[in-house]
T-cell receptor, first 114, second 113 residues
Framework: NAGVTQTPKFQVLKTGQSMTLQCAQD?????MSWYRQDPGMGLRLIHY???????DQGEVPNGYNVSRSTTEDFPLRLLSAAPSQTSVYFC?????????????FGPGTRLTVT | DQQVKQNSPSLSVQEGRISILNCDYT??????FLWYKKYPAEGPTFLIS?????DKNEDGRFTVFLNKSAKHLSLHIVPSQPGDSAVYFC????????????FGAGTRLAVHP
């Protein structure tokens, strides 16, 4: 198992550009989510999905879109990048086991918006 | 409004001694707490968790203590090893639906020989 994979590892964007951060998992997990990590802030939930075709907003969804057409993939789209979106982005997945919140995280994508 | 707080940004401990990392929370509805460990350039990895119906959970060198009345939990690492040097995140969740995780800002632990 490759676990949770994310591409790219690094990305530099100019303000106003759009891009998609890719996330894939091969563990057949129903639940997937996107977090961003900023200095002094911990990880904050952007969007999440409880299964193919179902997505919902987390704490900080503005400026981001997601879709879940397959169980394996959960891409995160930045429609018009802003400097405030400079951050490290982590994708995570977990099985929907009741009472168990252990999540498996990808290695992250470091995004800089200039 | 941070619901989960880790007030110590860093901690330095000698190898072989005990490391104690602290976490406070404000929402009394949280019913599950987790600790994650993160090395540079990697994603966080799950370390240990505790349900709100317990006050202690142990896994090898790692023990988590929960004090619900004080809304406080702590992670004890005994004995500390250089490989434990990492950033430790405390997280809390509410039951129901997706069980969204709320993370603290993290504590950087350095274990030196």
């Amino acid at each position: 198992n490759a676990g949770v994979t994310q591409t790219p590892k690094f990305q530099v964007l100019k303000t106003g550009q759009s891009m998609t951060l890719q996330c894939a998992q091969d563990m057949n997990h129903e639940y997937m989510s996107w977090y961003r990590q900023d200095p002094g802030m911990g990880l904050r939930l952007i969007h999440y999905s409880v299964g193919a075709g179902i997505t919902d907003q987390g704490e900080v969804p503005n400026g981001y879109n997601v879709s879940r057409s397959t169980t394996e993939d959960f891409p995160l789209r930045l429609l018009s990048a802003a400097p405030s979106q400079t951050s490290v982005y982590f994708c995570a997945s977990r099985p929907p086991t009741a009472g168990k919140d252990e999540q498996y995280f990808g290695p992250g994508t470091r995004l800089t918006v200039t | 409004d941070q619901q989960v707080k880790q007030n110590s940004p860093s901690l330095s401990v000698q190898e072989g001694r005990i490391s104690i990392l602290n976490c406070d929370y404000t929402n009394s509805m949280f019913d599950y707490f987790l600790w994650y460990k993160k090395y540079p350039a990697e994603g966080p990895t799950f370390l240990i968790s505790i349900s709100s119906i317990k006050d202690k959970n142990e896994d090898g060198r790692f023990t988590v203590f929960l004090n619900k009345s004080a809304k406080h939990l702590s992670l004890h690492i005994v004995p500390s090893q250089p490989g434990d040097s990492a950033v430790y995140f405390c997280a809390a969740s509410l039951s129901g639906g997706y069980n969204k995780l709320i993370f603290g800002a993290g504590t950087r632990l350095a274990v030196h020989p």
